[in-house]
């Protein structure tokens, strides 16, 4: 049987692993490299990688650190590969098919794109079909404004006035394999998932939804599962501070009657 | 007793990132290379054949970069031990119908038919279960923990019941292993399957 996913995404700025608060704060983590090393050998299903690196502004300040532009982002995600062997998606920064063949090649399974899906209307269309839907995944940055659920672009700061569900629905049929559904407000919350708005877009979506954005604990993840139709769930935060953690996770999971893929620790 | 030394050939007819599939190999040990030069491919003692992309333009690209007349005298003839995954596995096959019929090169009779799937989305997309339906040295220990990686939407029909090794259930049932005698297929990708990757990959070597 087919299993949900149980998925860590590592935000990456200016070559940082970094944590996030409602898109706003972030604190530094450490190296990116170590950490996924560990999350794979707690048997993460598939890990998300996003470069949230901004504009140039942010960048200069950490010049001395070696890693700011994209190069180095993709050397990163290009060591990794080396070492880690389970499917990756590849997100931030992605405006041509240039840039999602580039990141392939250096073995991301999937590209995550968010701004330029709003930006050129034609883009997901014209990706899916040069590299096919099952590497296209759209993210969504959702924030609750007076209008309802609001999709938001460039990391999260400009409100497109689109309605999730509409807009979901729109990517899908324009060949999206997946959504990447994040919730701003949820954001590093901890408080867990907005489950409503999983629940609508997985609902009426028949392309696999991945639920990001609040979870503080476990159970988190148990909900999303059994109260809405979400195929993944996935969290940064909370992965990054318990000891094994996604091995934790999933056992929990498992325990809990949910269909996760064994917690094994790899031990084969 | 000494073991062999063992050395893989990846096939390279220019399909996709086959560098996942060699960095796993170097990871576990193994010596290997990407190559499509029939020395490389004469010299190498275990030959892959990885795969991305439709069965038409894989059987397209590999006739035009692979010499596969050598690559037959090397598997057909000398027995030599050999492992397509995804797409590669398809085209063990007579025929695929992915965007019209294509000749694939008929080396376990079968065809490469879509999945049938009811109301589930297409692709196949992520971690399903691999049932061995009767003992290999494929799947060897990989009872317990049989969890892998899988992007298709074709699957390989296989004519003769004694070549399916171990199938996998998306609404219904369909062939994730194949094998005949020396010829292994695998529709998952064991280079993103993490630990059951490498063992099924460790198994192909001790053949």
């Given amino acids: 049987m087919k299993k949900n996913r149980v998925i860590p995404v590592l935000l990456l700025k200016n070559g940082w692993l970094v944590q996030s608060r409602e898109f706003v704060r972030h604190q530094n983590l450490g190296n990116p ?11 993460s299903d598939e890990l998300i ?8 502004i942010y960048d200069i300040r950490r010049d001395d650190q070696g890693y700011e532009n994209i190069s180095s982002f993709l050397g990163i995600i290009e060591s990794i590969s080396k070492e880690v062997f389970m499917p990756m998606t590849i997100g931030g920064k992605i405006k041509n098919l240039h840039d999602i063949e580039e990141r392939l090649l250096i073995g991301a399974d999937k590209v995550s794109i968010n701004t330029e899906a709003y930006e050129d ?15 296209i995944v759209v993210s969504m940055d959702v924030k609750k404004t007076e209008q309802g659920n609001s999709v938001f672009t460039n990391f ?13 629905k729109r990517m899908e049929n324009f060949g999206a394999g997946e959504i990447l559904l994040n919730s701003i407000d949820r954001d590093g919350t901890g408080e867990g998932y907005d489950i409503e708005l999983l629940d609508q877009i997985s609902s009426e979506c028949t392309c696999p939804i991945i639920a990001l954005g609040g979870v503080g604990e476990w159970n988190h993840f148990k909900e999303a599962l059994d109260k809405t139709k979400v195929d993944s769930v996935a969290a940064a935060n909370i992965f990054q501070y318990t000891d094994q953690s996604v091995y934790l996770a999933k056992k929990y999971l498992s325990n809990n009657g949910c269909n996760v893929r064994k917690p094994d620790l790899l031990k084969i | 007793m000494e073991m062999m ?6 096939l390279d007819y220019g399909s996709g990132n086959v560098g996942s599939v060699n960095n796993l190999l170097a990871f576990i040990g193994i010596e290997s290379l990407i190559s499509n030069k029939p020395d490389d491919i004469k010299g190498s003692t275990h030959l892959i054949l990885p795969g991305v992309g439709s069965f038409g333009s894989a059987m397209e690209k590999m006739s035009e970069n692979l010499p596969i007349n050598l690559i037959e005298e090397e598997v057909i003839h000398n027995k030599k031990p050999f492992l397509g995954i995804c797409v590669g596995m398809q085209v063990l096959a007579n025929f695929g119908f992915e965007f019209g019929q294509h000749e694939g090169l008929g080396w376990i009779d079968g065809t490469v038919d879509l999945i049938e799937v009811g109301n589930n989305p297409l692709p196949h997309i992520g971690w399903n279960n691999v049932d061995a339906t009767r003992e290999s040295k494929l799947m060897n220990g990989l009872n317990e923990i049989n969890d892998f990686y899988f992007v298709n939407s074709f699957c ?3 004519k003769n019941k004694e070549d399916i090794l171990a199938e996998t259930t998306y609404h219904q049932k369909f062939t994730s292993v194949i094998g005949k005698e020396n010829i292994f297929g695998v529709q998952f990708h064991p280079e993103k399957s993490q630990g059951a990757g490498q063992k099924i990959i460790k198994n192909f070597l001790e053949y």
Avoid: H, M, P
């Fill in chain 2, 5 to 10: 030394k063992k050395n893989v050939c990846i």
């Fill in chain 1, 156 to 168: 999260g700061t400009k409100d497109t006035g689109k309605d999730a569900l509409f807009w979901s």
């Fill in chain 1, 49 to 56: 990688y996003l470069d949230i690196t901004r504009d140039d």
């Fill in chain 1, 33 to 43: 490299i170590d950490a996924v090393k560990r999350l794979s050998k707690w048997a």
């Fill in chain 1, 121 to 135: 209307d034609k883009f997901i269309e014209i990706a899916a079909k040069e590299f096919g839907s099952q590497c």
């Fill in chain 2, 156 to 158: 390989f029909n296989a």
